[in-house]
């Protein structure tokens, strides 16, 4: 009976794991009526549930872009031609570029996502109910890796056990059968996470993931598009290629 303390690490990995992901995904669940299920999004206020504060960075350039206020070029960089911002979002995106004029579009994202204005709006959302509190996304995720790793164990010391010489007489239950159990309950958790939490929320809560389905019922613009579905939805290829250029400055880096 070598392999029971073997079973007993097995099922202590399995039940704080699934504990844990099952309080994770009833925190993030809707309860009740959605707040603001009224409410009109703004176009920064839906990238943002979209895409976060890089998105709503995205958006600001490229809607001052198409004002000609901004110029961006197809190997990433934005130049400024209208030092003067519209509103708060504009005026972020222009301290994030520098008082060169001129800058790379990754590191604007970076500065403007810890910019006051950001952080007013992403305390905005968050109070309507409308975004995840810092954290809520994390925990999801490292939930569903935590059950994960606990299924790995699982295997491991069930092998080990099967490995052990066979001390059980004739007739009692397999050892394999003793560990399938905490393997089954595992992979239940892991398949109701897949089916009721995922795609695992990062920013809009159930209520902002409600508001955004219904963005695109309404038709929208061209800066619709790429509120929700970020620069790849942009028509012009100048633009695309900007911001393509941006996303591999950002990854070699």
Request: net charge positive; proline share 8%.
């Amino acid at each position: 009976m070598f392999w029971l303390p073997l079973l007993l690490v097995a099922w202590v990995a399995t039940g704080l794991s699934c504990a844990r992901l099952c309080l994770t995904a009833y925190r993030t669940a809707p309860h009740g009526a959605a707040p603001g299920h009224r409410r009109e999004l703004t176009l920064y206020e839906a990238a943002f549930l979209s895409g976060g504060p890089g998105r709503v960075t995205d958006l600001t350039l490229v809607s001052m872009a198409r004002t000609r206020r901004l110029l961006l070029a197809h190997t990433g960089w934005a130049t400024v031609v209208d030092p003067v911002g519209g509103d708060d979002m504009e005026r972020s995106v222009l301290g994030a570029i520098g008082p060169a004029g001129q800058s790379p579009i990754a590191p604007v994202r970076r500065a403007a996502a810890g910019t006051d204005a950001m952080r007013a709006l992403a305390d905005r959302l968050v109070a309507a109910g409308l975004a995840q509190p810092d954290g809520v996304w994390s925990g999801v995720a490292g939930a569903v890796r935590q059950v994960r790793a606990a299924t790995v164990a699982v295997v491991a010391l069930g092998a080990v056990a099967l490995l052990m010489p066979v001390q059980e007489p004739p007739g009692e239950v397999p050892v394999a059968l003793w560990f399938a159990l905490p393997l089954v309950l595992n992979a239940s958790c892991l398949a109701v996470a897949r089916f009721e939490i995922h795609p695992y929320p990062r920013w809009a809560s159930p209520a902002g993931q409600l508001l955004l389905s219904a963005l695109p019922a309404r038709g929208g613009s061209d800066l619709t598009a790429v509120a929700v579905r970020g620069t790849r939805a942009l028509a012009d290829p100048e633009l695309r290629a900007a911001f393509a250029h941006r996303d591999a400055a950002h990854r070699g880096h």
